[in-house]
């Protein structure tokens, strides 16, 4: 079982993460979040460790670049259960993340709006959301990966059964949704940029 005890919280879709966040932070979870989602969290009294604070650098470029940083991926892919990678972590003062719940900038539905240009498109990209979505599904061994709202509850019940604990099963099956979402993505994204150019997607 893997226990959780620190988590990332960096939503654009912020329905029902109130009562997600407060029910990790009841169960002793440190929560890490950025921008918009700290702010939000903050407000309905949750606390919260802002991600510049954690890494020890601060966001930039109108928030283009936040998450992106070693002492993230690295607490997402580190092997808990490797020596050299724990080894790694002590040296780097690097501290294990447990539980991501990300869900993306809005690409599609920003593309389906009328009048929507290609800078607007450009910009609701994302990058860092996919990147820590695709970190932790790949150590699913160790971390579990929150997609959508409609796991919240599934993910606070099982911890409440299994001491603050998600099962091998669950990360496995919330991976393997994690990455068919991030294709799905790209794909929406690639067509666009096909159909911008006048290339036929194949």
Do not use: W
């Amino acid at each position: 079982m893997g226990k959780i005890e620190r988590a990332i919280i960096s939503v654009t879709d912020k329905s029902g993460v109130l009562g997600f966040a407060n029910s990790l932070s009841g169960l002793g979870v440190q929560i890490l979040s950025t921008g918009g989602t700290a702010r939000a969290l903050r407000e309905g009294g949750i606390s919260v460790t802002d991600i510049s604070d954690y890494t020890g650098f601060p966001e930039m470029m109108d928030g283009r670049v936040k998450t992106l940083h070693p002492k993230i991926h690295g607490a997402l892919l580190g092997l808990r259960d490797n020596g050299k990678h724990a080894q790694a972590m002590q040296e780097h003062n690097i501290e294990p993340i447990d539980l991501v719940c990300v869900n993306l900038y809005p690409f599609e539905q920003t593309i389906a709006k009328s009048g929507c240009t290609l800078v607007e498109a450009i910009e609701n990209i994302d990058i860092g959301g996919p990147s820590m979505l695709r970190s932790a599904a790949k150590n699913n061994k160790f971390v579990t990966v929150v997609t959508e709202p409609a796991q919240y509850d599934a993910i606070i019940n099982e911890m409440e059964k299994n001491s603050g604990s998600i099962s091998e099963q669950t990360r496995s099956d919330y991976a393997r949704i994690a990455f068919g979402l991030t294709a799905s993505y790209d794909t929406a994204i690639s067509k666009y940029l096909n159909n911008k150019a006048g290339v036929e997607f194949p």
